[in-house]
């Protein structure tokens, strides 16, 4: 058994990594997974791959987009890293491992000194902003190194001219990672003639592409904000260079693979989990859930933990209304005001989905499909994207836009993942029949506004107003109504639409009695008998005690989560 571990121990410690890499990802991460995949849209067209190969580092860019687009299925894009990871850690043994003659056991510690760089990068993968095509575009230098050394002509002359025709080939597949193929190239004169003419066709490409000098240097997609790059990743090749450099020139030699290994471990368990912000991924896993229509795992998520960003308020605050609870237990979660329910337009490609979700939801089409738009034109390397794709599809064929829907179900057949969906909803483009008894399509046909307006978000109110005047089976348009001038403290307001409500459907949840025995509270007068029940009357008495003893008495912390303590709240 020692035998089989001392010769296999290479080949285990790259399948340990594999399995560690995917049950992060598929565990802890899932949601960062769905994230990258709906900001990209990879179509199985020439155009699109004639497109990617225009650009410099467009090989890398068009595999790693291939690879992404199994992050729609989370346990697909788990496995797709864990492999990656796997391939990158044996490629880059082979780059840094010399064998000489005084080194003869296999290279275990090399493995585990590999796994340093990739620990780097899986840090900095915590940076959502990381697109898959830098790891992509180094696996394949590390290969083209391999390659070099297996099949680089041993006549100088022709290695000088397969070294000029190379760099340039290697430039337009793997963008400035050439960089990388150039240090390992021997001997050093050619390294360093190497790597001044990749410098120079760098500069050179920048008079003639339609890309700042910035963003060549630094890689058109390595990262979504095409101005800049981690400076880990600007690093990451440098350090595999100088382990490269150490190990040849023997100054590795005396490290043992157990203390070694035990170290990775440790770096590797405190150092990762530190380039994840948790609040950035918090909101990340909100939008996820939401995109999955996962309503009760939003509540869930909330209940664990209380949402306090303006995009985790909203997300509750929607899956409240969709399970028709916001009037029952809006104050059991942290409230902001009416933006909790409705936030103003930004023009931010990770929280505009959201809330287009919210007005798509509510029967505003229009307004959600414009949110649609901007959601992907805001998306900063100016990729597509599925998930808009699929929005802008849905909200034509609601609209009874039937060409402009076909257009974009068309594109998405073009897609493994949404090419089902979208050959059954072209089902249902011109079958007005069909729309009318879809139970999603038919719902919005019926709820959205016929006619078409602008309106500013200090109307928001209004707006639900109209879209439960115009449907009063619209649930979440009367939940939003009434709420909002009780988010707002607007007392008088509130109680002009929970009367517009009530006169049209029997809807009195608690927060909305806790509301109407406030505002006769104020007036120093008693409901209309059966309007606030008797439970609700006595808690707001005791309420009224506690109150009275002051606004930092302990007693009124048993009442955190009603109306009335959010309403005398001055914090």
């Known amino acids: 058994m020692r035998k089989f571990l001392s010769d296999h121990l290479p080949w285990l410690l790259v399948l340990a990594l594999g399995v560690v890499v995917f049950l992060f990802w598929r565990l802890s991460y899932p949601f960062a997974l769905a994230y990258q995949e709906q900001f990209q849209l990879f179509l199985f067209d020439g155009d699109y791959f004639c497109g990617r190969m225009a650009e410099p580092g467009g090989l890398a860019r068009y595999i790693a987009e291939f690879l992404v687009q199994f992050y ?14 796997m391939l990158l850690l044996v490629t880059m043994s082979k780059v840094v491992f010399v064998s000489r003659p005084e080194r003869q056991e296999r290279f275990t510690d090399t493995f585990v000194l590999c796994m340093i760089p990739l620990l780097l990068l899986w840090y900095t993968m915590g940076d959502e902003s990381v697109l898959l095509t830098y790891a992509v575009a180094l696996e394949l230098a590390l290969v083209a190194i391999i390659l070099w050394r297996r099949f680089a002509p041993r006549n100088m002359l022709l290695r000088w001219v397969t070294m000029l025709v190379m760099i340039p080939l290697l430039y337009w597949f793997l963008g400035p990672m050439v960089l990388m193929v150039a240090l390992f190239l021997s001997p050093w004169p050619l390294a360093v003639v190497a790597l001044v003419y990749a410098v120079a066709l760098i500069l050179a490409s920048a008079w003639v592409l339609p890309y700042p000098l910035t963003r060549l240097m ?130 931010n490609f990770a929280t505009t989905q959201l809330t ?50 076909r257009k974009y179900l068309k594109m998405l057949e073009k897609t493994i993942f949404y090419r089902r969906w979208a050959q059954r909803t072209m089902a249902l483009v011109g079958d007005e029949k069909a729309i009318q008894t879809h139970p999603l399509y038919g719902t ?29 089976q ?83 912390n048993r009442f955190r989560n009603t109306a009335w303590y959010y309403l005398v709240d001055s914090e």
Request: glycine content about 6%.
């Open 72 to 85: 729609n299925n989370v346990t697909f894009g788990a496995l797709v890293l864990a492999l990656l990871f």
């Open 218 to 347: 630094l890689g058109v997609g390595y990262y979504r904000f095409p101005e800049t790059l981690p400076y880990a990743l600007m690093g990451l090749p440098l350090l595999i260079f100088l382990f490269h450099w150490l190990y040849r020139k023997g100054y590795l030699y005396w490290l043992k693979p157990g203390p070694l290994l035990a170290g990775v471990c440790i770096l590797g368990f405190l150092g990762v989990p530190m380039g994840f912000d948790e609040r950035k991924y918090e909101l990340i896993e909100y939008d996820y859930l939401v995109r999955a229509n996962d309503w009760q795992a939003v509540i869930d998520k909330a209940e664990k933990k209380m949402p306090n960003l303006p995009m985790s308020v909203s997300a509750t605050n929607l899956a409240l209304a969709m399970t028709n609870q916001l009037g029952d237990r809006a104050f059991d979660f942290y409230q902001r005001g009416s933006q909790g329910l409705l936030p103003k337009f930004e023009r």
């Open 356 to 405: 287009g979700e919210i007005y798509f939801r509510l029967g505003l089409v229009n307004t959600a499909q414009r949110f649609a738009f901007e959601a992907m034109e805001a998306i900063p390397n100016y990729n597509k994207s599925g998930r808009v794709m699929k929005r802008l599809a849905e909200t034509n064929l609601i609209n009874g836009q039937y060409k402009v829907a």
């Open 444 to 472: 919005l046909r019926q709820y959205r506004l016929q006619d078409d307006f602008l309106f500013s978000d200090r109307e928001l109110d209004k707006i639900c107003g109209q879209l439960f005047v115009h449907n009063h």
């Open 474 to 556: 619209n649930q979440m348009a009367a939940q939003y109504l009434v709420m909002q001038p009780l988010l707002d403290r607007d007392i008088p307001r509130f109680m002009q639409y929970v009367q517009v409500v009530q006169n049209s459907i029997s809807y009195n949840p608690r927060h909305i009695q806790e509301g109407i025995a406030f505002a006769f509270m104020q007036r120093r007068q008693q409901p209309p008998q059966g309007v606030v029940s008797q439970l609700i009357l006595q808690q707001m008495n005791e309420f009224a005690r506690a109150y009275s003893q002051g606004q930092k008495s302990p007693e009124l």
